[in-house]
């Protein structure tokens, strides 16, 4: 079994997913759901990439082409920012 | 028995667990996206006792109790965790009515608790308490998973050899004489001898094609995470003034519910820069250990709620064989696996330990309604 980390945010491994795809993952949404790829820092910008090309790889025959939904703030944002509170000293 | 079940979320997936662990079956389980789609994989994940009637706060014990022992049963881990649950009372009317909540649920054995403000305080450091008057509290109320209790009732389901079919969109119900006689997906007929609708905000529709009513309204509710952090707080805290809520999830994440004025009935799932905004401003001032936290992601759900805020679920009785499970206007996750039991027992014929008739879309005729309503969480 391969322990390459896909995900850096949860560290997930490539077994983990090859768990979730033997116990029944029909698709990348239920990945992303049950092994929290794509739930981290990086919203998916960089591990959803890692894992449809692993994907692709390996299990050439799954259901990698429906992604899951871009979810908005494009970027994280901080809640002083959305607040619309001006920037003091203790907000770093 | 031949029984179909309509809907592969929380209620559904529960309920089809609930019948095939006492061998009733066989059993197939339709739903129209994917499993988790329309309201509980967009649900924060928590588990109260804290409700206002009697019959209500049974049930959530009951439910609470079995998810304490799903991990095991299902061998799979949930994420649940005995985090709490507070809320902030501000005016007169809501500590009058926190007071008599809390006596009725002490009464009841849930150790809910009136704290003052600098009570919890200490529970959770760094809220700014101006202008509460008085807190409730039980620090047994829980959260978990949503996504791990569902993926864990469809790994069992799938060894239980129950038949889950995905993208099937169940149009309409069809009964013969006064008896459910199957139900029509894609233009095919599904017959069953039972069936049971478990299908959310889409309930409503699906019980009048068969000339059942119930009065069902389907509302959105949006809410956010913010990026995981070490654990710092425990209990999901709700403010009756703002109408937001806060928590942090067992992985880290703080969890976010925003409360949307009940100005239209939809299911729009656009989630909206103005709800983002308001629980910042909110939170901001609420708990300013939160204002460096990083918002990552916003999305929103229906709930399916009755006047009342109380469920409805049981027998319907214009149609013999017919069960339907809706309205739990945001406590769908909470009560799903008490409700999933009665109606197994249901089926059984034994004691469902529940009043039907109170859980019946009757008791608005009678009368009888059990108001729970709370402004979120």
């Known amino acids: 079994m391969s322990q390459l980390i896909l995900c850096h945010c949860w560290d997930v491994t490539t077994s983990e997913i090859e768990q979730v795809i033997a116990d029944g993952a029909p698709d990348i949404e239920w990945i992303k759901r049950h092994t929290g790829i794509s739930t981290g820092s990086c919203q998916g910008r960089w591990c959803l990439q890692q894992t449809l090309a692993w994907l692709r790889k390996h299990y050439p025959e799954y259901a990698w082409e429906q992604l899951p939904t871009a979810r908005p703030p ?11 509170a001006p920037l003091e000293d203790e907000q770093p | 028995m031949k029984t179909i079940i309509i809907g592969g979320g929380i209620q559904g997936l529960a309920c089809a667990y609930s019948l095939a662990k006492r061998g009733i079956g066989p059993i197939t389980l339709l739903e129209a996206n994917r499993i988790g789609y329309g309201a509980s994989g967009r649900s924060g994940g928590g588990i109260r006792e804290q409700f206002r009637n009697e019959p209500n706060i049974e049930l959530a014990k009951r439910a609470k109790w079995l998810y304490e022992r799903l991990t095991a049963e299902l061998d799979y881990h949930i994420l649940f965790y005995h985090g709490g649950y507070m809320y902030l009372n501000y005016t007169e009317s809501q500590a009058a009515q926190a007071e008599k909540d809390v006596a009725l649920q002490r009464r009841l054995g849930v150790p809910t608790q009136l704290i003052t403000p600098s009570q919890a305080m200490r529970i959770v450091p760094g809220l700014n308490l101006q202008g509460v008057k008085v807190v409730q509290y039980n620090p047994r109320d829980a959260n978990v998973h949503h996504d791990a209790v569902m993926w864990a009732y469809f790994r069992k389901l799938r060894q239980m050899n129950v038949t889950i079919k995905q993208g099937i969109r169940v149009e309409r119900l069809e009964k013969t004489g006064g ?20 299908a959310g905000a889409w309930t409503r529709k699906l019980l009048n094609s068969v000339g059942v009513r119930v009065p069902t309204e389907p509302w959105r509710r949006e809410k956010l995470v913010a990026e995981p952090v070490r654990h710092f707080l425990d209990p999901l805290v709700v403010d009756r003034r703002l109408g937001i809520s806060f928590h942090q999830a067992i992985r880290g ?5 925003a409360h949307v004025p009940l100005l239209e009935s939809n299911m729009n799932w656009n989630a909206t820069r103005h709800s983002l905004e308001n629980w910042c401003r909110g939170i901001y001032e609420l708990f300013p250990p939160l204002r460096n936290a990083a918002v990552l992601r916003q999305w929103a759900g229906t709930r399916d709620f009755t006047p009342d805020g109380s469920a409805i679920f049981g027998p319907m009785c214009e149609v013999d064989g017919l069960w339907a499970i809706c309205g739990q206007s945001g406590t769908g996750l909470m009560l799903a696996p008490a409700i999933a039991e009665a109606i197994a027992c249901g089926f059984e014929g034994k004691d469902p330990g529940v009043d039907w008739e109170l859980y019946s879309p009757r008791r608005f005729e009678l009368g009888r309604e059990m108001w729970e309503r709370t402004p979120t969480g």
Do not use: M, N
């Open chain 2, 179 to 198: 008896r459910i006689s199957g139900v029509v997906a894609d233009k095919h007929t599904f017959t069953a001898e039972q069936v049971i609708v478990a």
């Open chain 2, 253 to 257: 994440e703080v969890l976010g519910s």
């Open chain 1, 74 to 84: 494009l970027y994280p944002v901080r809640v002083w920012q959305l607040a619309g």
